[in-house]
């Protein structure tokens, strides 16, 4: 009997211990750098136009990578669902299931999950980023999805967005170019612009 008790205290002392090493680990490494644009996104030689750059992100993904994003990320295009707030969860699940039908349409296209919340909120990042890598399904998941912790407002400045009210869809190009976005519920009008947009940059 005292065996057993002692190997259940070792066990509740070895879980504390992991529990603790992950939490210095997460809050050691959670980055909040500002975001920046980066100007080498432009072809050499290409002309100059006017269209918006996605700016480079650092933020920490469900598998407690570090990641600069979106340069650090496979797929000649991305698909970036940004969201603000815990709230707009049921928004991004709405678009999940017509994404992954992108996703398997257009093998160049790779889609990601940005939780982007402001730098004041990394004081929790090892609850938030430890409770949505709990519930997430897969690694897939955990892989492509990256919470980010910077200046939300300068953020928002930077690609155009007027506010925190909803969230955000991007498709970045090969050089971050932000060929469109959309934002709030999912419908299919916005769904069927998206599509276009994606036939023609492929062609």
Request: net charge negative; aromatic share 10%.
């Amino acid at each position: 009997m005292k065996r057993a008790l002692l190997f259940v205290a070792a066990g509740i002392f070895a879980l504390i211990l992991l529990g603790t090493l992950i939490v210095y680990i997460i809050g050691q490494r959670t980055p909040t750098e500002d975001p920046v644009v980066k100007t080498s996104t432009f072809d050499e030689g290409a002309a100059p136009d006017e269209s918006l750059i996605f700016p480079e992100l650092v933020g920490t993904s469900l598998l407690l990578e570090q990641v600069s994003f979106p340069s650090e990320l496979s797929g000649d295009f991305k698909l970036v669902v940004v969201s603000y707030d815990v709230s707009q969860q049921p928004d991004v699940d709405e678009w999940l299931p017509a994404l992954e039908e992108l996703n398997e349409a257009f093998p160049q296209l790779a889609g990601y999950y940005i939780p982007l919340l402001p730098k004041s909120a990394a004081d929790s990042s090892v609850f938030i980023i430890g409770g949505m890598a709990a519930t997430a399904k897969s690694d897939i998941d955990r892989a492509r999805t990256v919470v980010v912790f910077t200046n939300v407002e300068a953020f928002n400045r930077l690609v155009n967005v007027p506010d925190l009210e909803s969230i955000r869809l991007f498709l970045l190009d090969q050089n971050q170019h932000i060929l469109w976005q959309g934002s709030g519920h999912y419908n299919e009008k916005m769904l069927d612009e998206l599509w276009t947009v994606l036939q023609d940059a492929l062609e």
